[in-house]
């Protein structure tokens, strides 16, 4: 497996954190992951875009890791939102029962707010 890659944050226009993913969510990718977005809670970011555009593979891990992010940032009346998955992997949020649970979101193309 491919280890998870995590770009750097963009801040978009409308304030959401954009977070481009490559490689599979395994359980150390889960664990970087939470990482992050652990540091973007911590600054007070409570919505963010997660592009799965290059993610081929979510374990269980990833998906308790993603549960998780989804709960704290409702918590904090933020969400995160769901970019580009592929049909392989929303089967799997399907047979999970979790596609009603997540919020997916139509490609858009990143731009910073400096």
Do not use: W
Not at 65 to 94: C, H, P, Q
């Amino acid at each position: 497996m491919a280890n998870l890659k995590i770009g750097k944050p963009k801040r978009m226009d409308d304030g959401n954190q954009y977070v481009s993913l490559r490689g599979d969510m395994d359980s150390k990718g889960a664990l970087s992951l939470e990482g992050l977005m652990n540091e973007l809670l911590d600054r007070e970011f409570y919505n963010v875009i997660l592009d799965f555009k290059d993610v081929d593979f979510v374990s269980s891990a990833g998906v308790g890791m993603l549960l998780g992010l989804v709960s704290s940032l409702r918590r904090k009346d933020g969400e995160a939102y769901f970019a580009n998955v592929s049909l392989k992997i929303m089967a799997v949020f399907e047979l999970l029962n979790l596609h009603e649970y997540f919020k997916f979101e139509l490609p858009r193309r990143a731009e910073s707010k400096v």
